[in-house]
């Protein structure tokens, strides 16, 4: 069982940064891989990074690529969104979720999630 709490988001302007974190509990936490999703109103979640286990390969949306960077300490066992260059499109609930077995863009191949947290950019 993995509890996963995120935190970091808030208001913004265009162009601005924000760095998203995501604790989680457990001793395993190496052992799982993460991502990062976000859901917009009226729109559904997708996909923004994913990071693996040990190697720590990553993967990234399109629209994140060049912009956000996905890292995690294992020893601080949280996860981190940096967010740069923000555009408002960006706008959304920001989760993270973990998984001990897949990692990539699937939403549904995630077992934990957390409970978001709101990133908001003014244009």
């Known amino acids: 069982q993995v509890q996963l709490v995120e935190s970091g988001g808030g208001l913004v302007q265009a162009g601005g940064s924000l760095r998203l974190s995501c604790a989680a509990s457990g001793r395993t936490f190496s052992s799982y891989a993460m991502g990062w999703f976000r859901q917009a109103p009226g729109k559904e979640r997708e996909f923004v990074a994913a990071i693996g286990w040990s190697d720590r390969r990553t993967y990234y949306a399109g629209s994140a690529k060049g912009r956000f960077t996905i890292s995690r300490d294992n020893s601080k066992t949280t996860v981190y969104l940096q967010m740069n260059s923000l555009k408002p499109e960006d706008t959304a609930v920001y989760y993270c979720?973990?998984?001990?077995?897949?990692?990539?863009?699937?939403?549904?191949?995630?077992?934990?999630w957390g409970q978001g947290t709101q990133v908001t950019v003014s244009s």
């Open positions: 979720a973990a998984d001990a077995a897949y990692v990539g863009p699937i939403g549904a191949e995630y077992d934990y």
